[in-house]
């Protein structure tokens, strides 16, 4: 018997080997990788560069026009929230790309004849699917991700409304972290609070190791008395990389020599770089734009500490639990992080990374210095327990928890490979 399962996201590669943040894509073929009789489908907005309609590992991709011309279609890639601060006449594509996903998702769930939906993101996916699957008494689960509940916020009144009504409708729902957790049960009165909290989870998404294929000697830190650090992630606000270069001039007016290796892309680009120049870190920070698959764990293995300087912006813009954090620590790298990343819910401060306070840069000078006179084989053992942690998050392992809080116990049957 086979079980149709519609994956619902707006954010998703456009094409095989795309910068695009792919983590939607990897849970979709883990779990037709272990539920070989799902049939799995993805639907999500389309983009200039993409196909309609395709499929990878066996798992159907379907792609939503939401504007004409199609070349105008530029409120969702990379970012939803990002688009709209960076041009806010993007606003005026909301309407027409939850309409477009709307009468997508029912055609999809007529044509194919699917069981259960699961949403990736309350907006739009959640509001809109929420829709079609009362109209077709469909079972609908929910991921949440960072701030895209709390963000609704900002609409007086509608806001409120739409979360107190809709979010109580899923079967159930996993949050990326507890921060998001907490946030949208902010919404609640205490009875339905308490439905709520039964019905959801902190639910991390998994990691994909691609580790280099090389010799031993390739893969060796580089003995040139810097210590090496190393960011991973999209040059948003959120991130505080800001905050990493400050610290960065810090440690290296205190006459303590040290190198970053800067692997993203994103809107401050500019800005950081003319932030590294006014700070005299040209010679320190090595830009390398987006950086994927194993020329990416390359760079992650010539690193001596993993950086995660997150924050929570004044707009309210925050990290879910960053798939970055989780391949450094299964890669088995010493990791820090800060306090509004989300890696209080899954590391030990000290035995599994290092945790600093968030926005301050001299807490994160006190942790880079701390690693620099730190020996070989302390930094190993904080390594070696990340690793340890880390196997937990790894597709082959996370899938099935997902698959068992937000698919099979909906549709009565639990498919698991043996």
Not at 180 to 190: I, V
Not at 293 to 309: E, I, N, T, W, Y
């Amino acid at each position: 018997m086979t079980t149709r399962i519609l994956i619902c996201a707006s954010t998703f590669p456009r094409y095989q080997g795309d910068g695009m943040v792919d983590f939607v894509w990897q849970q979709a073929r883990y779990l037709k990788k272990h539920y070989p009789d799902f049939d799995v489908h993805v639907l999500v907005p389309h983009a200039p560069e993409a196909s309609q309609y395709e499929v990878w590992e066996g798992v159907h991709i379907h792609r939503y026009k939401y504007f004409k011309p199609e070349s105008f279609q530029t409120l969702v890639y990379p970012a939803i929230w990002p688009n709209i601060k960076e041009k806010p006449l993007r606003l005026f594509q909301v309407p027409f790309l939850l309409a477009a996903c709307y009468f997508a998702t029912r055609r999809i769930v007529q044509q194919y004849k699917i069981d259960l939906i699961y949403s990736h993101w309350f907006t739009p996916q959640g509001l809109m699917c929420n829709r079609v699957a009362n109209q077709f008494s469909i079972p609908h689960t929910l991921t949440s991700h960072a701030a895209d509940i709390t963000i609704l916020r900002k609409i007086p009144f509608l806001g409120n409304y739409l979360v107190r009504k809709i979010l109580p409708q899923f079967k159930a729902i996993s949050f990326a972290g507890s921060r998001g957790r907490n946030q949208a049960l902010d919404f609640f009165d205490s009875n339905t609070r308490d439905e709520i909290e039964v019905k959801s989870t902190v639910l991390p998404m998994g990691v994909d190791l691609n580790l280099p294929d090389c010799s031993a000697d390739e893969n060796q830190q580089v003995n040139d008395g810097k210590l090496r650090l190393v960011f991973v992630g999209r040059l948003a606000e959120k991130k505080g990389v800001t905050y990493l270069l400050h610290a960065m001039a810090d440690v290296l007016n205190k006459g303590i020599p040290v190198q970053l290796d800067l692997l993203g892309d994103g809107p401050l680009l500019g800005d950081i770089k003319q932030q590294v120049n006014a700070l005299n870190l040209s010679n320190s920070v090595k830009f390398h734009g987006f950086v994927n698959g194993q020329d990416k764990f390359r760079v992650l293995s010539q690193a001596d500490l993993f950086v995660l300087p997150s924050i929570v912006t004044a707009d309210g813009d925050a990290e879910g639990l960053p798939v970055s954090l989780l391949e450094a620590m299964s890669a088995g790298m010493l990791c820090c992080a800060s306090d509004e990343s989300g890696a209080p819910d899954i590391i030990e401060d000290g035995k599994t990374a290092i945790l600093f306070k968030a926005k301050s840069s001299e807490a994160l000078a006190n942790v880079i210095q701390q690693v620099s006179l730190m020996d070989n084989t302390s930094r190993a053992a904080i390594a070696n327990n990340a690793k340890a942690a880390g196997i937990e998050f790894l597709w082959d392992n996370m899938i099935h928890k997902h698959a068992a809080y937000l698919i099979t116990p909906f549709i009565g049957l639990d498919r698991r490979d043996q």
